[in-house]
């Protein structure tokens, strides 16, 4: 089919050549299948040929190029061409760096249901990138991407409801939303809610939960500052606990899986 010039055929077979399902990885033929699909509009094979030459896969890199593509699978409506065109107006790549661009083709992704276009919007309006800063907005998105489940958006909401930013300062809801990141394993979440347990804010103090959570993030992050300061502050609390709860504390760690 994909030789009788069938354009979702096309764009398949090129995926499965840029992927190696069912034939060697080959990117070269896969920018070969994608080509052919986008000569005749397809909006996917776009989308595909632009993150080749975006990455440099089967072509040589070329941001301008991707760009192009990007641009024509966006325009027909793609969200996740949207997306990617907004990170590269936002990282300066094929285009000049252009921030209100990038807040606009962010939205149109995150309007669509794209979880990280949604966290991106979020943390620009955050830092007032591309306009004012807008903590209300930043707070939108993080929510409706925290309510779909993503724990970096759970995480972001806790540390605004910490904060105070975009909304009255509210410990408990700071918690109810780093509780629901930590559990799915997010490093930085983990880190926070040890550190309320240790000052019980928004949770009864609770040292062997503390350092339970503190443990964790320090276990497992690959951020050295985190680690260094998850165990600075794990090391602290540890001086506040018996040996037993310590033994304890750290079985748990070794025991614990994501939600």
Known sequence: MAEQGDTAAQNYLGWMYDQGQGVPEDDVEAVKWYRMAVEQGYANAQYRLGVMYSEGSGVPQDYAEAMKWFRLAADQGDSNDQFNLGVMYFEGQGVPQDYTAAVKWLLLAAEQGVTIAQIGLGSMYCKGQGGLQDYAAAMKWYRVAAEQGDADAQFRLGWMHSEGQGVPQDYDAATYWYRLAA???????????????????????????????????????????VRTSAVKARDLVAAELTPAQVVEAQRLTREWKPK
């Open 183 to 225: 559990e799915q394993g997010n490093h930085g979440a983990q880190y926070n809610l040890g550190r309320m347990y240790v000052a019980g804010k928004g949770v009864p103090q609770d040292l062997a939960s503390a350092y339970f959570w503190l443990n964790l993030s320090a276990a497992q992050t690959s951020d050295s500052d």
